[in-house]
C-alpha cells in the first residue's frame, strides 16, 4: 500500500520498515527454494515484461510528461525512457540470469582435519539488500533478479522521476513470483517519492543486511554519512591509464581512445591519462588528433602543454575529478614510479590500467596499483561484470571487504562454515 505523500517522517519509516521486515520474513522462503524454483520466477518474470509491454510504456510516458515539466534534461529523460527495446532487454537479461550457474548452497574447501572431522564453507545468501537508486527503472527489474537468483531478498528504492515505470515493473515482479509459489514480498518496491523513506531504509539494521546504492556522488555521500547499514559501494571513478616507455603506439592509441571515448558516463571510463616523457613527442600529437575529431576537451599538465599547446591548462581539481564528460586530462610522467605515485594520490581506487610491452614493469603494475581492477593492455572500460564473465552485476564496490571490483552473484552471497562428522567428539 503506497504511503501518501503527505505523511509524517515516522509514517514513511514504518512503511518502509514493514517492506523490509515482511522482506526479512520472505527471505528465509527464498534462500530455502530450490534454483529450479528461483529460475522459474525469473523466467515468469520476463514473460510478464513482454506481455505488459504496452502498459509499461503507459506508466512511463506518465513519468516522461511529469519529467518534461519537472524541467529534467534531455540525458536524463533518455535514462527514464522504457522503449521497447530496453523493455526486451531487461526480459532477456532476467532470462541471463536463469541461466547463470546457482552460488547458494555450493561446498567449498571440505577439507579433512587431524581429529577426523571435515571442514568446508558453504555460500549462502547475505539476506535482505536494500538497493538505492536514480532515474533508470530498468534498475528494479535488474535488481530484483540478481538479488532473486541469488536467494536474497530485496527493498528497492527508485528515484522519485521514475515512480510509475517502477511500480509497474514491479507489478510484473510480484506477479512472476506468485506464479511459481514463491513469495510476493521478497521483492519490494518503496512506492513513495517521500525522501525520508531513503533516510528509514539506510537505517534498518534490524532488518536490512547489506545496501547497494547505485546514483550520483551526492546520493552516495549521503548514505555513506547517515547509512548504520553496510554497504557495497563505490564513490567516484577516477580511472588512470598509463602509457610506458616500453608500449606499442599503436596499441596505446587504440587503448587510450576506446577508455575514453567508447562512452562518457560510465564509471570505468578513463579521466585522467599518464604518459611517460620518453614518449611523449611521439604519442600525444597523435591522440590530440584523434581527440579532436571526437571533440574531446583536452587539459594538460605543464609538461604537456608545452608538447601540445593548443590544449588547456589542467588545474590541480582536474586530478581528482570525474568528468563523465568528453574531457581529459594528460599529464606527462617520469617513468612508472611517478605515475604509480600520481594514481596512489588521485585514484578513487577503480580501475587503472598500464600499457607497455615491458614484462617486469606491467607485474609491478599489477602487484603495487591498490585499485579493485588492475590492467594491462586493455582499456578500462571492461572493467564491467558482464566482461568478467560474471554474467551481470549489481554494482563495482571499491571497498575491500567482503566485495571489491564488479559485483554479481558470488558477491550477492557470503560464506558460512560447514563440518561434517561420523559422531565425532572433541578430545
Known sequence: MAVEEKSTPEDVRAHVAALARDARAAGRVLAASTSGARNGALRAIAARLRASAASLQTAN??????????????????????????????????????????????????????????????????????????????????????????GNACVLRGGSEALRSNQAIAECVTAGLVEVGLPAAAVAVVDTT?????????????????????????????????????????LDGICHCYVDAAADLDMAERVVMNAKTQRYGTCNTLETLLVDAAVAEALLPRLEARFKAAGV??????????????????????????????????????????????????????TEAIVTNHHPRAERFLREVDSSSVMVNASTRFADGFEYGLGAEIGISTDRLHARGPVGLEGLTTQKWIVMGEGHVRE
Request: glycine share 8%; aromatic share 2%; hydrophobic share 45%.
Open 61 to 150: 510516458a506518465a513519468d516522461l510528461d511529469a519529467g518534461r515539466e519537472a524541467g529534467l534534461d534531455e540525458a536524463l529523460l533518455d535514462r527514464l525512457a522504457l522503449t521497447d527495446a530496453r523493455i526486451e532487454a531487461m526480459a532477456s537479461g532476467l532470462e541471463q540470469i536463469a541461466e547463470l550457474p546457482d552460488p547458494v548452497g555450493s561446498i567449498a574447501e571440505l577439507n579433512p582435519m587431524p581429529s577426523g572431522i571435515r571442514v568446508g564453507r558453504m555460500r549462502v545468501p547475505l539476506g535482505v539488500v536494500g538497493i538505492i537508486y536514480e532515474s533508470r527503472p530498468n534498475v528494479t527489474a535488474d535488481a530484483a533478479g540478481l538479488c532473486l537468483k541469488s
Open 194 to 234: 517521500d525522501r525520508a523513506a531513503v533516510g528509514a531504509l539506510i537505517t534498518l539494521d534490524d532488518w536490512v543486511d547489506v545496501l547497494v546504492p547505485r546514483g550520483g556522488k551526492s546520493l552516495i555521500e549521503r548514505i555513506m554519512r547517515e547509512a548504520t547499514v553496510p554497504m557495497i559501494k563505490h
Open 297 to 350: 576537451t583536452l587539459r594538460g599538465c605543464e609538461r604537456t602543454c608545452a608538447v601540445l599547446p593548443d590544449i588547456e591548462a589542467a588545474s590541480a581539481e582536474d586530478w581528482d575529478t570525474e568528468y563523465l564528460a568528453p574531457i581529459l586530462s594528460i599529464r606527462v610522467v617520469n617513468g612508472l614510479d611517478e605515475a604509480m605515485a600520481h594514481i596512489e594520490r588521485h585514484s578513487s581506487g577503480h
